[in-house]
């Protein structure tokens, strides 16, 4: 199988996946083995620190091995295409294939190509699975629970993969999910919420950069002003739930989307949680892959 999409995976790999994540947490650092002489291949397209470093931090836990491929080095500067890139690594027998990539779809593309399970690690503005599956086991583990709770994801909602499997995964498992942001920076079709409507009583409080890398042109906010109008303040989470929490899927943009008193809030920020999740989620998806 693959991991494309939250909707490749059904009801109760998911449950498999966030118990799995659960359990591997309690035990940071540990080696966890079982899948000793496997090869994951890593392919980011697009700059990474976190899901890069988490699943290559996975592969070792598990006792495989994991070959990052550094794109700016390789064959694809010289022109290859994605598809004989794919073809190319196909013939060295990975056992996993993890792809980031600019364009949407291509992760899909890699894997009608070749042999090994493929996991979409973020394609353009689409999907991020498997940071969706994170983002939940980190609600999960905060509260205990996921279903009921109200989810404001706030910021570049347009350009976002992040948000759109949150989206999915959230409702699917009985969130409310608000999604709101400048009217620049939202999909067609979306609800038009205010930050601060979708904050009010939310129990968590996501917040997401803008993608400036992927606009056509600068948003044209001085400093200062999107924090004011749209961004995560003290002030803001205040009108939340008492016991909400804050998070974020980075990189993030200190005093533009998040105020540095919210982002480092010990009481209720799990950015730093998130990214240990990260850990224990992705070793969940490879071992699901590699069984």
């Known amino acids: 199988m693959d991991l494309i999409s939250i909707d490749s995976l059904s009801d109760q790999q998911i449950e498999r996946i966030l118990d799995r994540a659960l359990a591997v947490h309690k035990r940071p650092g540990n080696t966890i083995g079982g899948r000793e002489g496997r090869v994951v291949f890593n392919l980011f397209y697009e700059n990474s620190t976190r899901t890069l470093m988490s699943f290559a931090t996975a592969a070792h836990r598990l006792g495989a091995s994991p070959v990052t491929m550094p794109v700016e080095q390789s064959s694809v500067n010289k022109g290859e295409t994605l598809e004989?890139?794919?073809?190319?690594?196909?013939?060295?027998?990975?056992d996993a294939i993890v792809i980031r990539h600019r364009e949407n779809g291509?992760?899909?593309?890699?894997?009608?190509?070749v042999d090994a399970p493929v996991i979409n690690a973020g394609d353009g503005t689409n999907e991020h699975p498997t940071q969706a599956l994170l983002d939940a086991a980190t609600i999960r583990h905060h509260f205990g629970r996921i279903e009921g709770l109200k989810v404001a994801i706030c910021g570049d909602i347009k350009h976002s993969r992040v948000a759109r499997s949150n989206a999915k995964l959230l409702s699917r498992l009985g969130s409310e999910v608000r999604l709101a942001g400048p009217p620049e920076l939202m999909p067609d079709g979306i609800p038009r919420l205010s930050v601060d409507q979708a904050i009010k009583d939310a129990d968590v409080a996501?917040?997401?950069r803008v993608q400036r890398e992927r606009l056509d042109q600068e948003f044209g906010d001085a400093p200062g002003e999107f924090l004011q109008n749209y961004g995560l303040t003290a002030e803001r989470l205040a009108s939340a739930a008492p016991q909400a929490v804050v998070m974020h899927p980075g990189p993030i943009n200190?005093?533009?989307?998040?105020?540095d008193v919210v982002a480092d809030d010990p009481q209720r920020s799990l950015i730093t949680l998130q990214v240990a999740m990260g850990v224990a989620v992705r070793i969940a998806c490879l071992e699901l892959l590699l069984a």
């Open 84 to 94: 004989d890139t794919a073809r190319t690594l196909n013939a060295m027998n990975p």
């Open 106 to 113: 291509a992760p899909a593309t890699v894997a009608s190509l």
């Open 254 to 259: 200190r005093g533009v989307e998040i105020a």
């Open 206 to 208: 996501m917040m997401l």
